[in-house]
């Protein structure tokens, strides 16, 4: 806009035909610039938007982590059941192998390995629910990382092609309006040399 000010002012200024053809090659040289502001607002416009691909696959990423964190939980109870069974499968083991010396011990003994196997059938059955949910819970993540893997990709891809595509119409455009400015500007260039 500076310039645009100045070229007036040279107009307004001018006293000879050569200052009124410089106020206008300025005027020119001014208003490309301003074009190329403008075109470079544009393009930063479209760089916004072709990023915007990679912030909503970092937003995904957050959901992509819970959901392995919850695989990850679903494995530890699983893992934490198998110890706790292993536990009491040894405690009744023991139970088992020891001879009682009277029938009121022998009896006491009875009760607590069904108390014990009970107990462990119980365990298991929620063990077994643990390993299935656990199973789902990782079946559904495999299928849904190899879902967004190929959205993913093909979205990366398709923000790569127009980001190197406007970057390289808007280089051509850049080029093209300043040669014009330099073959326009040239006798001022060669007058300096």
């Known amino acids: 806009m500076t310039l645009i000010k100045l070229a007036k ?21 001014a208003n490309s610039v301003v074009k190329f502001s403008r075109s470079q607002a544009k393009l930063n416009s479209e760089v916004v938007q072709q990023l915007d691909t990679i912030h909503e696959y970092l937003e995904t990423m957050i959901s992509v982590n819970h959901a392995f964190t919850d695989r990850s939980n679903a494995l530890q109870h699983v893992q934490s059941l198998s110890a706790d069974l292993f536990f009491l ?22 009760q607590k390995i069904e108390g014990l196997k009970e ?6 059955g929620v063990k077994n629910q643990a390993l299935r949910e656990y199973e789902s819970i990782k079946e559904n993540n495999m299928t849904e990382i190899k879902r967004f893997d190929k959205d993913r990709r ?6 790569l092609k127009g980001f190197v595509v406007n970057q390289v119409s808007y280089s051509d ?9 330099a073959e326009e500007t040239k006798v001022y ?3 300096s040399n």
Not at 22 to 29: D, K, N, T
Not at 119 to 124: G, H, K, N, W
Request: aromatic residues 8%; hydrophobic residues 30%.
């Open 9 to 29: 002012f040279e107009r307004e200024q001018a006293t000879c035909n050569s200052e009124r053809r410089r106020a206008g090659v300025i005027q020119h040289f």
């Open 89 to 110: 499968h040894t405690r009744a083991g023991r139970l088992e192998s020891v001879s009682s010396r009277g029938i009121g011990q022998e009896w006491t003994r009875y």
């Open 119 to 124: 107990t462990i059938s119980t365990r298991e």
């Open 154 to 159: 093909r979205d990366l891809i398709e923000m």
């Open 173 to 181: 455009h850049f080029a093209n309006m300043w040669g014009k400015v």
């Open 189 to 191: 260039a060669n007058r």
